[in-house]
């Protein structure tokens, strides 16, 4: 059975905003070797379209190398975008989800294949209700934002956690991997 990872970056005080944080060429070769590793991301349409800044990288290259790849593999990942808004998208790599989240993700893990990465603050709000998530990895960036988006905002249930694995950053930043303790 395949996983679901909620992969995402933050700030010490707990902000998850795409714009806090400090990413470096270290942290995108990190995130690009990542998306190898599953088949899928899951966004909700306000990060689908944040992420769509991509694209333009792939169609104008930066400086910056490791930029370039993290945008070749998000454009190969398969992206599915749940919104009730949207109607179409044009990125090939990426569809409208047709059944609701815990009907898609309950199908998604019963499939064959790589894990299923969540990349979007409240799809992982959504799922950790649902007790879906077998998987956190938080990139917790050294600094403090002061504002924006916190990611564990309406959780009204104590759910614990045990950390399995770390991973350092020269910059400071650290991943702490985490899977849910089951009772």
Not at 35 to 48: F, M, P, V
Not at 53 to 70: A, G, H, K
Not at 95 to 124: C, H, N, W, Y
Request: glycine share 6%; with cysteine.
């Amino acid at each position: 059975m395949r996983k679901i990872i909620a992969a995402l970056n933050m700030t010490l005080d707990g902000i998850c905003d795409h714009t806090a944080g400090i990413p470096d060429s270290e942290i995108h070769q990190h995130y690009t070797e990542l998306l190898g590793q599953g088949d899928a991301i899951l966004y909700g349409r306000t990060t689908y379209k944040l992420m769509e800044f991509w694209r333009t990288v792939l169609e104008n290259p930066s400086e910056e190398q490791s930029m370039n790849d993290f945008a070749r593999a998000i454009d190969k990942i398969q992206k599915i975008v749940f919104s009730h808004t949207l109607e179409n998208i044009d990125w090939e790599s990426a569809t409208i989800a047709k059944r609701d989240l815990k009907d898609e993700v309950l199908e998604l893990k019963q499939q064959p294949g790589k894990d299923i990465f969540v990349g979007s603050r409240s799809l992982i709000i959504q799922l950790l209700k649902l007790n879906l998530i077998d998987e956190f990895q938080l990139c917790i960036h050294p600094m403090v934002e002061g504002k924006g988006l916190y990611l564990f905002e309406d959780i009204n249930n104590r759910i614990i956690f045990k950390l399995v694995k770390t991973k350092t950053f020269n910059n400071g930043a650290i991943i702490l991997y985490y899977q849910q303790k089951k009772e």
